[in-house]
């Protein structure tokens, strides 16, 4: 079997960072973060328009999905269909194509290494748990390929494409609701 568990991928977590400390693209429907950042000075700059720094972050967030993602699927928060490679080929960080204007990278940083740290055997753990297993086994035979945790709050279940799942680290945290999480995958239908 071969399921590769997505460790908190940096490009969705930076992009998460941004939309919380500069307030912009409140119109996708994503959920709260858990944890929440401390965003220490990270500032939305004056220039260009918050318009314009929100139509960046929608098209960074489809584009990093296209990357994550296999075959057609709807961008988490939009109604946006999409297809997406899945090759792993992010585009350029935000910072990277950007700038660094209005971003705290110390708090992000700090933010980062948190999950991380709060986070990192929690992929390997919930996979083998005894009640999960026969589950993952049987989302694996279905075609699951990936599972990709975020700092989500709550319980989410996203089929992304053909076999992906996208959860929270919250849901891997609990054995029932992963399992709850993985039967809601397999009951859902690709695009």
């Known amino acids: 079997m071969s399921l590769q568990l997505d460790g908190l ?4 977590l930076e992009l998460l960072y941004l939309r919380r400390a500069w ?11 858990d944890p929440l950042p401390q965003t220490g ?4 700059p004056c220039d260009p328009e918050k318009f314009l720094w929100e139509v960046r972050w ?7 999905w296209n990357a994550q993602v296999a075959g057609q699927f709807r ?7 999409s297809t997406g490679s899945g090759t792993g080929r992010y585009p350029e ?3 990277a194509e950007f700038g660094v204007s209005g971003f705290d990278q110390e708090a992000f940083e700090g933010w980062e290494q948190h999950i991380h740290e709060s986070s990192g055997r929690q992929l390997l753990q919930a996979a083998h748990h005894e009640q999960v297993e026969p589950v ?8 699951l390929k990936h599972v990709t945790a975020l700092p989500w709050q709550g319980q989410i279940s996203l089929r992304l494409g053909e076999g992906h799942l996208v959860t929270t680290l919250g849901t891997l945290d609990d054995a029932q609701q992963f399992r709850t999480a993985l039967a809601q995958w397999i009951k859902d239908k690709p695009l």
């Open 9 to 12: 991928p940096h490009h969705i």
């Open 75 to 81: 961008v988490p928060g939009t109604a946006i269909l």
């Open 23 to 33: 307030g912009i693209a409140a119109d996708i429907a994503l959920p709260g973060l």
């Open 58 to 64: 929608k098209k960074k967030w489809k584009q990093v």
């Open 136 to 143: 993952i086994i049987a989302a694996w035979e279905r075609g």
């Open 41 to 44: 000075a990270s500032k939305l």
């Open 93 to 95: 960080f935000w910072r």
